[in-house]
């Protein structure tokens, strides 16, 4: 079944030049040209992964917005900024905000394809490991079929890349994993920083269903790795 991926994108010529390039991959496209008609849209009907800029028409920051309002109504939606606004503050916001990856419009269209493919294989990839559906590790369980994390049985809302690396993280403990492992095992192409801004993400997350939570240990100059609960 073909998937439908939705672009929010203000300047209609940009717009239609990533529609033809993801159609000619086969992809569906669904185009918007404000945050308004988005959201409308995906109030009906999620698309399998969203394009957004940033600025959207008379909204400056109208896609963070929709980020937002997207990551709400799906924790594992797969969701990439694509932006001339290249300012590491911009690309900050952007992840906190829960963005998958964020790119700027220098990117060439098959290095673009390439990235969104990536999303949709390790999406086809589950389940884990031979089979395996539940992973455990002390107060951890991953629910792979479902995309679902727990901390001490209460629910924690991670996006599909946080995902990916917790998992890749929890099934060695003890074990390093460099930034660009953990870029491997989460089948993504993103610089050391944005990984870095995941993990620190993932580890809020946790935090704020249990504040003492300290399971992913930072290992200076090599990478993270998780530790068992004792």
Request: aromatic share 8%; proline share 3%.
């Amino acid at each position: 079944m073909s998937r439908t991926i939705a672009i929010v994108e203000d300047e209609a010529a940009i717009r239609e030049n990533y529609a033809d390039a993801l159609r000619r991959q086969g992809f569906k496209v669904a185009l918007f040209a404000n945050r308004r008609e988005a959201e409308a849209a995906f109030e009906r009907q999620l698309p399998d992964l969203a394009l957004l800029d940033i600025g959207l028409e008379e909204e400056v920051d109208g896609g963070f917005e929709l980020c937002r309002r997207l990551r709400a109504m799906s924790p594992a939606l797969p969701i990439i900024f694509l932006t001339a606004r290249d300012s590491d503050l911009d690309t900050i916001s952007g992840l906190r905000l829960g963005a998958d990856d964020y790119l700027t419009k220098d990117i060439s269209l098959p290095n673009l394809c390439a990235r969104i493919q990536a999303f949709f294989r390790r999406i086809d990839n589950m389940p884990g490991d031979n089979g395996e559906t539940v992973l455990h590790r002390g107060p951890l369980r991953l629910d792979m079929d479902r995309f679902a994390v727990y901390w001490r049985d209460t629910k924690v809302d991670l996006t599909l890349t946080e995902f990916w690396i917790v998992n890749s993280l929890a099934r060695r403990p003890g074990h390093v994993k460099s930034r660009e492992q953990l870029m491997q095992d989460a089948k993504i192409v993103v610089d050391d920083a944005t990984i870095t801004s995941h993990v620190k993400r993932v580890r809020g997350k946790f935090q704020e269903v249990d504040a003492g939570f300290d399971a992913i240990d930072t290992v200076y100059g090599m990478g993270y790795r998780w530790v068992e609960d004792t």
